[in-house]
C-alpha cells in the first residue's frame, strides 16, 4: 500500500508539473520504471481515475483528466512548434527563414501548426524557464534553445520531436543543425593566403549553446593552419545586436584587427559602429566577416548557414517518424554552411 501511495504521489505531481501532457506510460513501463507488480501500478492508475485526474480507456491508455478518445485523436492532427526567441519568429532575422523551411514542409501535410512561444534569457539567450504546458498534438520541434532539462521534458512525451538549428550530446534527440567548419575555414584561409593575418573574432567562447562553439571551433581551427591565434583578437559575446558594439571595442583597445569574423550576423551594424567609431573604414582597413548569411547592407563576405533548408528537413524528418517511416530517436542531420562570394 505504501509503494502504491509513492505511485500515485508521484505521478500527481508528473501531471501537475505538466511533464505528462495528454497520456501516462502504459503500465507495463510504469512498473518496470517503478520497479513493482503490474498490478500495483494499476491499483494506483484506478485510484487515480476515481479521483477524476486520468480517464483510462481499453485499448487506448489512460488519457489525463477527462480527455476522451477523440478528443486525443484530434489533438494528433497539430504540430506544436516549441520556439525560444527575441523577436516573433516569422520575423526574427535569423530564425524566420527556419520557420519559412518548416511552414513550406508542413503545406502538403495533414498537420496544422501551433506556436508555443517559450521566454528567452535576455543576458545570456537561449531558455530562461522550462516550459510545461505544451499542446496535445501528433509531434513536436524546438527552435532556439538546447536547454538539456526542457529536452528530457520533451523526450519523456509519447510524441516524438525534433530539434531544428541546434545539436546536443544526447544521442537520442533528433536534430538538425549546420556545420560552418570546412566553409569558414575556406573563408579564413582565402584571407590569410591574400596577407591578411590579424582575424578577430566575435561570439560564443562558452556555453552549452554548441553550434556557436562550433564556430569559434571552427575559427581556432582555421587560424591554427597558419599559426596565427592571438587571445587579443577573441571576445565572448552573447547573441545580442547590441552586444557586439562592446565586443568590437574590446577588441579595438586591445589590438587593431585587420578583419573580424562575427558569429551572429545581426550583430553586423553594432560592430560597424564600433569600427567608425574608432577611425577606421569597415570593409577596407577591416574586413567584417558574417557566418549566418543574413541579409546585410553592404552584403558581408564569409559563410551562408542554409535556415530554410534546416526548416524542411525538420519537418521532413518529423513528418516521417510520426507516419513510422524511421526510428522514433537518434536522428542526426547536419546540413553544411556555404561560402558567399569573396
Known sequence: MEKQSEIISELKRRIDSGFYTERLPSSLELAEEFKVNFKTVNKALNRLAKEGIVTRYRKKGTLIGQM??????????????????????????????????????????????????????????????????????????????????????????????????????????????????????????????????????????????????????????????????????????????????????AILKRKKPQAVALAFDHQYQAVRRAVEEAGLIPGEDLKILGMDGLETEPKLQGTRIPRYEMGVEGVRLLLDIIAGKTKPTGHEIILKAQVTPH
Open 68 to 249: 476522451q478518445p477523440d478528443q486525443a485523436s484530434h489533438a494528433n492532427a497539430f504540430i506544436e512548434l516549441l520556439f525560444v526567441g527575441s523577436a516573433q519568429i516569422s520575423v526574427h532575422q535569423y530564425f524566420g527563414e527556419v520557420w519559412r523551411g518548416v511552414m513550406d514542409g508542413l503545406k502538403e501535410s495533414k498537420y496544422k501548426l501551433v506556436l508555443s512561444e517559450l521566454t528567452e534569457d535576455t543576458e545570456s539567450g537561449g531558455l530562461a524557464a522550462l516550459y510545461y504546458n505544451l499542446t496535445p498534438c501528433a509531434g513536436r520541434i524546438l527552435i532556439g534553445a538546447n536547454d538539456k532539462k526542457q529536452l528530457d521534458i520533451l523526450s519523456r512525451q509519447p510524441q516524438p520531436f525534433v530539434l531544428i538549428g541546434e545539436k546536443t550530446p544526447c544521442r537520442s534527440v533528433n536534430c538538425v543543425y549546420p556545420d560552418v567548419f570546412e566553409a569558414l575555414n575556406e573563408v579564413i584561409g582565402h584571407l590569410c593566403k591574400t596577407g591578411i593575418k590579424n582575424i578577430a573574432f566575435i561570439g560564443r567562447t562558452q556555453g552549452n549553446e554548441c553550434v556557436d562553439l562550433d564556430k569559434f571551433h571552427a575559427y581556432l581551427s582555421a587560424i591554427q593552419n597558419f599559426g596565427l591565434i592571438d587571445g587579443e583578437l577573441i571576445q565572448h559575446s552573447p547573441p545580442f545586436a547590441q552586444n557586439g558594439y562592446q565586443a568590437m571595442c
